[in-house]
């Protein structure tokens, strides 16, 4: 059997935005209202989000070392919140090697960072390598180090050696 379409059947208009929604059910003689419609809806903008009061400082290193059993750890000490996690990257490769964060925030599991409140301002986070790879790096041309705060993604970073003073 054959179909055509009915004198009754009907278009459903389905537009979307953050601010409102609209379906039209208009029947088909009425294109000109569906066009009318679609354009008065994708020309008007959603209203833009408040700007932040206080945006927060990027992450500052004032210093750092080496440390841990066999020396192959590292300290970072500065200002920056309780929320932040190291990034190690082979300095001269620019390979990311491991990633250390204190506790069980996101976005990173690999736990093995200390963080200290050192009471005037600022934190020490600290952390003891543990694959061959970030040990052979350090000994070679050395790690970068990338403090990134799990909040505002804003970073510090900071190359370590074992040729540094």
Same mark, same amino acid.
């Given at each position: 059997l054959g179909s055509r379409p009915s004198a009754t059947s009907v278009s459903v208009i389905a537009l979307t935005s953050s601010t409102m929604h609209l379906i039209a059910i208009l029947a088909p003689q009425r294109t000109q209202t569906k066009i009318s419609i679609a354009k008065v809806l994708l020309s008007s903008s959603p209203p833009s989000p408040p700007l932040p009061t206080k945006q927060s400082p990027a992450p500052t290193i004032t210093k750092h070392g080496i440390g841990c059993t066999a020396g192959y750890g590292i300290y970072l000490t500065g200002v920056f919140p309780d929320s932040v996690y190291a990034t190690v990257l082979d300095s001269s490769k620019g390979t990311v090697l491991n990633r250390y964060q204190q506790g069980n925030s996101a976005p990173y599991t690999v736990l093995g960072g200390t963080l200290k409140d050192n009471g005037d301002g600022t934190h020490t986070f600290s952390f003891c390598m543990e694959s061959a790879a970030e040990h052979n790096a350090l000994d070679a041309n050395g790690v970068t180090v990338f403090?990134?705060? @799990?909040? *505002?993604?804003?970073?510090?970073? @900071? *190359?370590?050696?074992? *040729?540094?003073?």
């Open positions: 403090l990134t705060d @799990v909040l *505002t993604y804003l970073e510090a970073h @900071v *190359t370590i050696s074992r *040729t540094q003073p």
